[in-house]
């Protein structure tokens, strides 16, 4: 019996960690757009180094959710 609620908490508890790498990867997403809106109104000249940057959060968002996904 109190293995069984062990393993239903330690489920949950995996469901949720996985959900919140999920929503860091949505918000890793809009992070990406909102840069992309903002180099088509403002001219900077670090624009590309801002571009790169969001795209590897992002990249590095995916990775990190791949990797919980793998070990838990």
Known sequence: MSADVTNIIFVLFKFLILFGF???IVFAAVILRQEQLM??????SFEPVLRFASFLHLVAAIG???LALLIL
Do not use: P
């Not at 180099?39 to 900077?44: G, K, M, P, R």
């Open 22 to 24: 999920g929503l860091y």
């Open 64 to 66: 990190v959710f791949l």
């Open 39 to 44: 180099a088509n109104v403002l001219e900077e």
